[in-house]
């Protein structure tokens, strides 16, 4: 049976998070990674999906944030990941996992804002000769005058 998926603390997340097995779709087809003869008999691949919309393991700011955050990667609200870098079953299981919680955790993880900055004197300074430098280049392209 499976276990439930154990998110790590961080930002966004302090203590951490647990969505329970229950909450964990698991589907298996055949693989076109590598084993040969072996990918063509066994259901190696794993697709695993999670529907953020309903878990009730995210609080409503949590949940705002994930579905923002993967709005790209969401069918309605489910998230899905799909796994066949090994020829077991198994470890693509483990790696799905694995992926599923860093996205999670990741997309958790409060926006960096940028500070703004104003450009430094000598930034400025080597801005404008090259500025200089092109409209030189430029001047130099023009056909020659009748002085």
Do not use: W, Y
């Amino acid at each position: 049976m499976a276990e439930d998926l154990r998110i790590t603390s961080g930002p966004g997340a302090p203590q951490g998070l647990v969505i329970p097995a229950a909450e964990l779709v698991e589907q298996f087809s055949r693989s076109s990674g590598p084993g040969g003869q072996h990918v063509n008999t066994s259901d190696t691949r794993v697709q695993l999906s999670l529907d953020l919309g309903s878990c009730g393991a995210f609080d409503e700011v949590q949940r705002a944030r994930l579905l923002s955050a993967l709005a790209s990667r969401l069918a309605g609200t489910v998230l899905t990941v799909t796994v066949e870098d090994q020829r077991s079953q198994l470890q693509n299981r483990q790696a799905a996992r694995q992926r599923l919680a860093e996205l999670i955790r990741e997309a958790l993880a409060p926006p960096v804002l940028r500070r703004a900055t104003k450009p430094s004197r000598n930034s400025r300074r080597r801005r404008a000769r090259s500025e200089q430098r092109r409209s030189e280049i430029k001047r130099n392209r023009r056909r020659p005058g009748t002085d």
